[in-house]
């Protein structure tokens, strides 16, 4: 079965701070994606970054980045330099063909 | 970017009546659509996967004839809620694949009275 574990329900960090949101999963399958999805209070899903399984470089996007421990089966998310929209729930998802597997979400507060 | 346009963004209806949730490809085809429900601070559940001129896949536990899926062309699906009660309140989203990514439609808050 495929599962995605986001262990931490809520995270803060301080403003310009970095926070890591930790992720695992749980497949079987050698060919798949990852992804962070933020979802801010208008509810609308938000691509932050995307893995591919087969490559070995970290994915970044700016302030965004992963580390990826494919043995581990482990995908955090790194924030640096947080702002405060930001501020969101995070959501980790693995895709194997078309089956999307999200995790519970970690809501992110960001202070000022 | 592509975009998926999704109506209406908010709902209230009337217990036993059906509401129709559509979701549109902007500038792209999708062949595959997916419908997910979000209740409060909970992850995406994946309801059905919607296919292009073929019947729509079902997650298991999901009721096909209470949520009825049509996907008569490659921009627009439709989600139906059939006989709606308060239970099926929720947050309703549809995704589209591009490529190998996915982009989300804005939602749908369905609030039965």
């Known amino acids: 079965a495929q599962t995605v574990t986001q262990s931490q329900p809520e995270m803060s960090v301080q403003e310009a701070e970095t926070v890591t949101l930790s992720c695992t999963y749980d497949?079987?399958?050698?060919?798949?994606?990852l992804f962070w999805y933020k979802q801010p209070p208008s509810r609308q899903m938000i691509l932050v970054i995307r893995q591919e399984a087969y490559k070995q470089q970290n994915a970044t996007e700016n302030r965004f980045s992963v580390n990826f421990q494919k043995a581990a089966k482990s995908f955090s998310l790194k924030i640096s330099d947080s702002q405060l929209g930001d501020a969101a729930m995070y959501f980790c998802a693995h895709c194997t063909g078309n089956q999307f597997y999200f995790g519970t979400g970690t809501s992110l507060t960001v202070i000022p | 970017g592509a975009v998926v346009s999704q109506h209406p963004s908010r709902v209230i209806c009337k217990s036993g009546t059906s509401v129709k949730i559509e979701c549109r490809s902007l500038?792209?085809?999708?062949?595959?659509m997916f419908w997910y429900r979000q209740f409060p601070k909970q992850s995406l559940m994946l309801m059905a996967t919607s296919n292009e001129g073929s019947k729509a896949t079902y997650e298991q536990g999901v009721e096909k004839d209470k949520f009825l899926i049509n996907h008569a062309s490659l921009t627009l699906s439709t989600l139906t809620v059939t006989s709606a009660h308060p239970e099926d309140s929720s947050f309703y989203i549809c995704s589209a694949r591009l490529g190998s990514g996915y982009t989300f439609g804005s939602g749908t808050r369905l609030t039965v009275v």
């Open positions: 500038d792209f085809q999708a062949t595959t």
């Open positions: 497949t079987s399958e050698s060919d798949y994606y």
